[in-house]
């Protein structure tokens, strides 16, 4: 099969299997960039060729693949966990992608649809899109509403974008900066994970006391930068709330019970956000954390059965949360815990909030 043809097919793909924009970035590109560019862009095309050559040497081009979604609005009903549409849309561009390269090694070439590389700086390499200053890709049609996927083949394709451009057009706009409740924006382009609210939903870690507050009533996604930027503007005009019963399954009264109905939600909820996040403890764990800052009287009897769970991470949130709740009714539940607990970190959490 001729290159060109083959270009040709994967361009006409995009239709077939629901992208909103394909590019390709050639791996043995003779790269021009303007005069009044910075060498960054340079830069950021070497570091992707160099990281997916090493891992598989027999690399020659990435195809990159955009899927567009329209965002959830906040807005969710009282009592429910929050969380991103990205989640929902992520595996349906996997799963596309997993075709086509299916398609390519039926054709008889190589391909890796699964490789870990750096999908954002694929994009930009490919035109697809430029950074914003939260280091997020931002299409021109979409913004940075978008799942990014790509393929790595030995097929030999036509280079998509081989003059590159600027790497950020947001100029002097800091509205992601100044929006970010945790200062996770460090410097343009650049994202401080370790500040980010995102790395701490569904963890199997104790989160730090100050980020609990600032999760609100998110149980997976930030959008908040996003939301704020005016690339996205137009684009979440359109947002919406999830389905009645997708929102049902996030009810935190009923994921705190722990009950066989809580445990049977768990697989629809892993059918929306992803098998891998939707833990038992890590659900459990952030519904716990989302009971304490909505700081209503009916989940206390929920999160006194907790402070005894199997799980510590569910523990010191329980009791977080109760002590959140009302500190006076939680005193004589915490130094019950206490006095049971076998943990020392957990034990040292429940004594701090004691104090």
Sequence with gaps: ????????????SREVLGFSDIGIVSLNANLRSKPDHDLKNREIYETL????????????????????????????????????????????????????????EDAGFRASFD????????????????????????????????????????????????????????????????????????????????????????????????????????????????????????????????????VTAFDIANILSGNDESIKSLDFIGSIIGANYAKREQVLATAAIIAGNMKEMRFSPKLIKLLSDINPTVRVHAAWALNEIDKKSAEDELKCAVSKEADEGVKLELESLLA
Excluded at 69 to 78: A, E, L
Aim: aromatic share 8%.
């Design 49 to 104: 060729k160099t990281v997916v050559i090493n891992k598989h040497d027999w690399a020659k081009t990435i195809i990159v693949l955009i899927n567009s979604y329209i965002p959830y609005k906040t807005d969710f009903p009282h009592g429910y966990g929050v969380y991103s549409a990205h989640y929902k849309q992520y595996p349906k561009g996997r799963n596309a992608t997993q075709i086509l390269a299916s398609f390519l």
């Design 115 to 246: 490789s870990v590389i750096p999908v954002k700086a694929a994009a930009f390499c490919a035109g697809l899109g430029k950074y914003g200053k939260n280091s997020l890709i931002y299409t021109k049609d979409y913004g940075s509403f978008v799942t990014i996927h790509t393929v790595v083949t030995d097929a030999l394709l036509d280079y998509d974008n081989s003059l590159l451009g600027e790497v950020s057009d947001c100029e002097e706009c800091n509205v992601c900066i100044d929006s970010c409740p945790t200062k996770a924006i460090v410097r343009a382009g650049s994202l401080s994970k370790g500040r980010c609210l995102r790395e701490y939903m569904l963890s199997k870690n104790v989160v730090p006391l100050e980020m609990r507050k600032l999760m609100d009533k998110c149980i997976l996604g930030c959008d908040i930068c996003q939301i704020a930027c005016p690339k996205n503007k137009e684009r979440y005009k359109e947002a919406v709330l999830p389905s009645d019963e997708e």
């Design 1 to 12: 099969m001729g290159s060109d043809f083959l270009r040709r097919i994967i361009k006409l």
